[in-house]
């Protein structure tokens, strides 16, 4: 069974530009949340989708925002790019049905760098 | 708010050793996952502990769970120098919101 994949790995954007990134979950999960990972902040909750909803939502600004396809995959967006924004943004899968309290399959990462 | 908070925040030990780290929370929990990252990657599950239970082991892993004290230990035993990582807990409530980490416990382990 494939892993969850995140693509792209590495990206380098400049401050007001904006990037998607995209998570394709384990075959059969419905869930997929997101997490920003910085050295000052640690492991942030940004959001998590189940069945193409928004289930719940971190403490982050609109410039960050997300959806999920029919298809279980999902995408993540940072508009309007801060130098703060520079970060491991991490998505994880889990299997769990009902409200999320199961194990996560964490993707490898998207590193962004903002310039 | 965290639902986990992990301490240390570092700890250094050697090899054949055996590390120690804990993670408090706050409210009532229905679970609580411990992960590993190595570094700049993803997570890895280690080991889920419910509510319900108060230790569970797998390999050379101990966890115990406190529900009174609102909190949890990781014990890692005979250590080795790939357990060089960070540890993460994950407590989730009844609710199944708030899908948040503690800040880490960084393990080194010496050769």
């Known amino acids: 069974k494939a892993g969850v994949t995140q693509t792209p790995r590495y990206l380098i954007k400049t401050r007001g530009q904006q990037v998607t990134l995209s998570c394709s979950p384990i075959?059969?999960?419905?869930?997929v949340s997101w997490y920003q990972q910085t050295p000052g902040q640690g492991l942030q909750f940004l959001f998590e989708?189940?069945?193409?909803?928004?289930?719940n939502k971190g403490n982050f600004p609109g410039r960050f925002s997300g959806r999920q396809f029919s298809n279980s995959r999902s995408e993540m967006n940072v508009s309007t790019l801060e130098l703060g924004d520079s970060a491991l943004y991490l998505c994880?899968?889990?299997?769990?049905?009902?409200?999320?309290?199961?194990?996560?399959?964490f993707g490898e990462g998207s590193r962004l760098t903002v310039l | 708010s965290q639902q986990g908070e992990e301490d240390p925040q570092a700890l250094s030990i050697q090899e054949g050793e055996n590390a120690t780290m804990n993670c408090s929370y706050k409210t009532s929990i229905n679970n609580l996952q411990w992960y590993r990252q190595n570094s700049g990657r993803g997570l890895v599950h280690l080991i889920l502990?419910?509510?319900?239970?108060r230790e569970k082991h797998s390999g050379r892993l101990r966890v115990t769970l406190d529900t009174s004290k609102k909190s949890s230990s990781l014990l890692i035993t005979a250590s080795r120098a790939a357990d060089t990582a960070s540890y993460f807990c994950?407590?989730?409530?009844?609710?199944?919101?708030?899908?948040?980490f503690g800040g880490g416990t960084r393990l080194m382990v010496k050769p």
């Open positions: 075959s059969g999960h419905r869930s």
């Open positions: 989708y189940f069945s193409e909803t928004q289930r």
């Open positions: 994950r407590a989730t409530n009844n609710a199944g919101n708030m899908l948040t």
């Open positions: 994880a899968s889990s299997a769990s049905r009902g409200r999320d309290t199961g194990e996560l399959f």
């Open positions: 502990i419910r509510s319900n239970e």
